[in-house]
């Protein structure tokens, strides 16, 4: 039960905050997939790369590197991603944490971005003064 009350909190914090862009690094790579972290959030995601019912792209998927190259751009473990986090409320009883590779820009894979080119999530954080008392 401590597992579906964090997604349904995850959900809810996604839901309320609409559709984010945030960098993340990926963990693992499999033969159409990536899963993505999120530093940031904690939280973790699949980016698939071939879905049911679209036009098929060209993945060749490396098991002695762990890597996966799609449309000639390779993705290795650690590489450094952009994706976009949406709350996919289609099915409203099973609703879930969806992400979209924004960059690198992949032509049928990639989505566009939610914000302008200066997202927030490429910016750092910004370092507050400690008060002295």
Known sequence: SQRA???????LFFKN???VDEIGYILFVKKNAIVVLIPKFGLEGTVFFQE???QSLKIQYN?????ITVEGTLFKMFDKVTVTITVDASNMQ?????MGLVDPVIP???VS????????ANEEP????????
């Open 5 to 11: 009350s964090v997604a349904c909190h995850t959900q």
């Open 17 to 19: 905050k609409g559709i």
């Open 52 to 54: 049911k019912g679209k």
């Open 63 to 67: 098991e002695e590197i762990p890597s």
């Open 94 to 98: 099973h609703q879930k944490i969806r």
């Open 108 to 110: 049928g894979v990639s």
């Open 113 to 120: 971005r939610s914000t302008p080119q200066q997202s927030k």
């Open 126 to 133: 910004t370092v507050k003064k400690a008060r002295h008392i």
